[in-house]
């Protein structure tokens, strides 16, 4: 059975940071694209960033350069290191896993509450 587990959500004043986790179990962790997605009340869900197997990273606009993603492939966790937060970068954070060929094979955390004070 697929689960994700996040951890490192909560509050912060904006200015400051997070660092949250997504740790994996029951897959080949190697095989899968790692996505973090938010989702603000009232808003629709947006992609964060991503990161393949060998590394290579993409971010939404409004994030680049202030949040940097990475993954441990023996520790099978993914990381999002967010920095410079804004109030606008409250929203409940997701951990996703799509297989690199095959995207049936999609799984969710159950997410993270992020909330930054103004």
């Known amino acids: 059975q697929v689960q994700l587990v996040e951890s490192g959500g909560g509050l912060v004043q904006s200015g400051g940071s997070l660092r949250l986790s997504c740790a994996a179990s029951g897959l080949v962790f190697s095989s899968y694209v790692m996505i973090w997605h938010r989702q603000a009340p009232g808003k629709e869900r947006e992609l964060v960033a991503s990161i393949f197997s060998r590394g290579g990273t993409k971010y939404t606009d409004s994030v680049e350069g202030r949040f940097t993603i990475s993954r441990d492939n023996v520790l099978n966790t993914v990381y999002l290191q967010m920095n410079s937060l804004k109030p606008e970068d409250t929203a409940v954070y997701y951990c996703?896993?799509?297989?690199?060929?095959?995207?049936?094979?999609?799984?969710w955390g159950q997410g993270t509450q992020v909330t930054v004070a103004s």
């Open positions: 996703n896993a799509r297989h690199f060929a095959d995207n049936s094979q999609d799984y």
